[in-house]
């Protein structure tokens, strides 16, 4: 099933010190906003990957057992890498993934269809729009939590190749079972805010969790952070992941089996806290993409916005997409969020952008009529 390989570590290792002979990078930085000469001397040593093809739907898109003899559990080992996501998370731990949690974006794509029947364009979308802003466009390697050397080099620039960790792009404000990342950690597990999730699974879904608790939490968790984060940010795309996020372990951690379309706490447990799928577990019945997110979001509707004088300072962004402006969502994010980052991208840089600027529109749904953008042309 993952059947891209990716460079091997002497390779990375190689090209790595050899770029370090030229520049001296901070720890955090990226290829992005690198200068021209900065470009010229840089992208020749490194080993570039063309990237894959985009992964098709699946030929057989039933339920089936995902907890088998080839992907059981292992706890993880020192250098393994975890992130914000539990989805995610999970499939690297029973190797869906490539266990170190260093992988392309055709195996994202294939893993989140195969371990959790994700819809195909639902999976294209989200998994390119994540590596494009944080994963290494010239190696075709995304971490899917902090910052590795596995997945290429360091370099200066605005952007950084720091994997899903990073703040305000894929992982954003108001999670469930994460702190905000003003408050130092936005990505490890939180009792704290588990708990909660527990205690609203109780008092909303007779202690399930469905959509009606989804609706219940994500209200709440935007009001602690409206109350407490005074960087709260909740605009354009963390505005749509966030409502996509509280639909996700109805859709893909239930029991594609169960009728009862509710997830219960000890299975939620095993996913948010110990990243493992439970025994026997069977992946959903059907390929599932954005549904739902409308049901959790009509109980509280909110505008997109931030705090912009510290906390309860919530203002509405009239510049944010919305769920009525979707196509704002891609414009705004190829225009200001990839050309914010890559002003000026050249060689196998510029080639890796425009193909995977390709693969991300395939990943919208034809009845967005949203117009195609090719800010650095066609290749």
Aim: charged share 15%; aromatic share 12%.
């Amino acid at each position: 099933m993952l059947s891209k390989s990716f460079p091997t570590l002497l390779t990375l290792g190689f090209a790595l010190s050899h770029i370090s002979t030229v520049f001296t990078f901070p720890a955090y930085g990226s290829l992005a906003g690198l200068s021209e000469r900065e470009l010229d001397a840089i992208l020749p040593t490194l080993t570039s990957t063309k990237p894959g093809t985009t992964p098709g739907p699946l030929k057989y898109n039933g339920t089936k057992l995902i907890y088998d003899k080839d992907h059981l559990w292992n706890p993880t080992k020192p250098g393994d890498i975890r992130g914000p996501c539990p989805g995610l998370n999970t499939l690297a731990s029973h190797g869906y993934l490539p266990r170190n949690g260093i992988a392309t974006p055709a195996q994202i794509i294939n893993a989140v269809q195969e371990g959790f029947n994700m819809e195909n364009r639902a999976a294209r979308f989200v998994t390119y729009a994540a590596f494009l802003v944080d994963g290494n466009l010239v190696t075709d390697l995304l971490s899917i939590g902090g910052k590795t050397k596995l997945t290429g080099p360091d370099s200066p620039g605005p952007a950084s190749i720091a994997g899903l960790n990073t703040h305000a792009v894929f992982e954003g404000d108001a999670s469930m079972t994460r702190a905000d990342d003003f408050f130092g950690d936005n990505h490890s597990f939180n009792q704290t805010l588990f708990d909660q999730f527990v205690d609203f699974s109780k008092r909303f879904g007779g202690g399930l969790y469905n959509f009606t608790v989804a609706a219940e939490l994500r209200h709440q968790r935007i009001k602690e952070s409206i109350a407490t984060n005074p960087k709260f940010d909740f605009t354009s795309p963390r505005f749509f992941t966030a409502y996509a996020e509280s639909t996700f372990p109805v859709h893909f951690f239930v029991d594609g089996r169960n009728p009862v379309r509710a997830l219960s706490m000890e299975n939620a447990t095993l996913f948010f806290r110990d990243m493992r799928f439970p025994f026997d577990f069977h992946r959903a019945a059907e390929p599932i993409g954005p549904d739902g997110i409308r049901e959790v979001f009509a109980p509280y509707p909110i505008k997109a916005g931030k705090n912009i004088n510290g906390i309860n300072t919530y203002t509405p962004d009239p510049t944010s997409a919305d769920f009525d402006t979707f196509c704002l969502l891609y414009t705004n994010f190829v225009t200001n969020t990839v050309g914010g980052l890559y002003p000026n991208p050249k060689g196998v840089l510029r080639t890796n952008l425009i193909i995977n600027l390709k693969n991300l529109y395939g990943g919208l749904s034809p009845t967005a009529n949203c117009t195609e953008l090719f800010p650095y042309g066609k290749v």
